[in-house]
């Protein structure tokens, strides 16, 4: 991959990350096969802000894609509070 893409996807950066303490929705699919919920267990732990996670059922790895309309409820809610 070129430099430049490497450095406007922030791979690096995010890899190096330890905390954001901005408020956060993670989403993710039960189905997941790429990153499965088990592994997403101590994910809120690099989230000192706001965080909040959901696991959709019948969901593989693209939630926005694969269930919009709940994403889109879940974090209607979540900017609300």
Known sequence: MPSSIRKA??????????????PTLYSQGME??????ELSADLHKKFPGPFDGIVLQNVRHFPHREDPETVARELAIFLKA
């Open 9 to 22: 996807s922030g791979s690096k950066t995010a890899s190096k990350t330890q905390f954001l303490s901005l």
């Open 32 to 37: 997941d096969g790429v990153n499965p919920p």
